[in-house]
């Protein structure tokens, strides 16, 4: 299937509901106010899907490629913000958990379209 928008994207769209769910979990917790933390999470959580966006609009598999990795790390820095705010007391073990693993998921996602795009890139 050739995708004509990032918004039709399924690893754009589970970007769009860990951003959602970080959001919610902002506006939960005492995770809001500290205002570094929170910065940063939101920040982190962001630029997974601002980088799917981005890559997309390259029009080169390779950049896009290069993109997603971008947004793969993102992830990985949103589950590392959550182990501090975990840490922190801001958030209980359910909640990390919850958007810990949704964070996981996106990445093991933007991992294997990554993959696609290196093998096949062509379909996109």
Do not use: H
């Not at 601002?50 to 390779?62: K, L, Q, T, V, W």
């Not at 996106?106 to 696609?116: M, N, P």
């Amino acid at each position: 299937m050739k995708y004509r928008k990032f918004e039709d994207l399924p690893v754009w769209q589970g970007a769009r509901e860990l951003c959602r769910q970080v959001f919610a979990l902002l506006n939960a917790t005492p995770l809001g106010k500290d205002f570094a933390l929170r910065d940063q999470i939101w920040r982190a959580a962001g630029s997974v899907m601002d980088n799917i966006a981005e890559g997309f609009d390259d029009g080169s598999p390779r950049e896009f490629a290069k993109f997603l990795g971008y947004s793969q790390r993102s992830c990985s820095e949103v589950q590392s913000q959550l182990y501090r705010a975990l840490d922190c007391g801001y958030i209980n073990q359910e909640q990390f958990d919850s958007v810990f693993n949704m964070a996981g998921n996106c990445r093991k996602q933007i991992k294997g379209f990554r993959k696609y795009l290196r093998d096949y890139g062509k379909g996109v």
